[in-house]
């Protein structure tokens, strides 16, 4: 009766345990499609946002630590859920991924509103955690090869921040300033077009077409950034994107190859964009320009 009792302690336990970790870690699109299979998670140090990470850490040292991608919400939400399976994507291919906003349950469409200044927070928690002993990340992140990125307001957020000195490049989605503030949703950062003088990395717009209502502003920007390497790449999809899709969809093709060759200096990534006839003229539906990129 004594080892019955015990063997079912053991039990519960056991699945005290496993609910612990099924609410505190999620594993999207079997990991994600990279070389290093992906789960989201929540980090006790960082509970006001949500990490991606590749499951396994032992692979990232010396030569091959995780480059580190920072990430604002569409509509300034403080909940990544619309973009979990694109940012898990990001991870698979070797990064460290931290989004705005606490680890969404699994259907939960998250709350309140985030901040632009919670991207430098992730920053700092990032760069903290690489020098910790104590940290799993110690020594495995390149915090050398910082990546700021956001989606609508995500993306005003990401322009907010964009003179933030480490960073190496800045990635703006279905976003763009406004010319016209009075159109904006109150309570969005709101940079004046003079912002985009600030940006001092090589600067992509991902949009969805003609039909994505931050089409007109990001490719206005676009059209006025002429000191940095700039590029705007359109896929017609409208304001939503792909981020819902499994493994992110068409968006995180584009992204992922961005990230690979500006952290990573990855020579066949930057021939997606490298070139007269690069990769991104090859990919069925997108339109592609740019500037500065040879």
């Known amino acids: 009766m004594k080892k019955a009792i015990i063997l079912i302690a053991a039990m519960l336990l056991g699945a005290g345990i496993a609910g612990a970790q099924d609410i505190n870690s999620r594993i999207l699109d079997n990991g994600g499609s990279g070389k290093y299979k992906a789960i989201m998670v929540t980090d006790a140090s960082l509970t006001t946002h949500t990490v991606f990470k590749p499951q396994d850490l032992k692979p990232f040292k010396g030569g091959n630590k995780l480059p580190i991608l920072v990430w604002g919400n569409g509509a300034c939400n403080n909940s990544p859920f619309e973009h979990v399976n694109f940012l898990n994507e990001i991870a698979s291919h070797g990064f460290l991924v931290v989004a705005i906003?606490?680890?969404?349950?699994?259907?939960?469409?998250?709350?309140?509103?985030?901040?632009?200044?919670?991207?430098?927070?992730?920053?700092?928690?990032?760069?903290a955690q690489n020098a910790d002993k104590n940290s799993q990340y110690y020594n495995k992140l390149d915090v050398k090869n910082i990546a700021a990125a956001g989606m609508s307001c995500g993306g005003l957020q990401t322009l907010d921040?964009?003179?933030?000195?480490?960073?190496?490049?800045?990635?703006i989605c279905n976003s763009g300033l406004f010319s016209d503030p009075s159109t904006a949703v109150p309570g969005m950062p709101m940079p004046a077009k003079e912002k985009l003088n600030k940006i001092h990395t090589p600067i992509i717009y991902i949009l969805g077409g003609e039909t994505d209502i931050a089409y007109a502003n990001g490719m206005d920007d676009f059209s006025r950034i002429n000191h940095v390497p700039a590029a705007a790449a359109n896929f017609p999809v409208g304001h939503g994107g792909t981020y819902h899709k499994p493994y992110g969809g068409e968006f995180s093709t584009?992204?992922?190859?961005?990230?690979?060759?500006?952290?990573?200096?990855?020579?066949?990534?930057?021939?997606?964009?490298?070139?007269?006839?690069?990769?991104?003229?090859?990919?069925?539906?997108?339109?592609?320009?740019?500037?500065?990129?040879?």
């Open 101 to 127: 906003g606490p680890m969404p349950k699994e259907g939960e469409r998250g709350g309140g509103r985030s901040e632009s200044k919670q991207l430098i927070d992730a920053i700092n928690w990032a760069i």
């Open 161 to 171: 921040i964009c003179e933030e000195p480490r960073l190496k490049t800045v990635m």
């Open 254 to 294: 584009v992204a992922t190859a961005w990230l690979e060759w500006h952290l990573k200096g990855d020579k066949k990534a930057a021939k997606m964009f490298k070139g007269a006839d690069c990769g991104m003229n090859h990919l069925e539906g997108w339109t592609f320009a740019k500037k500065n990129i040879d």
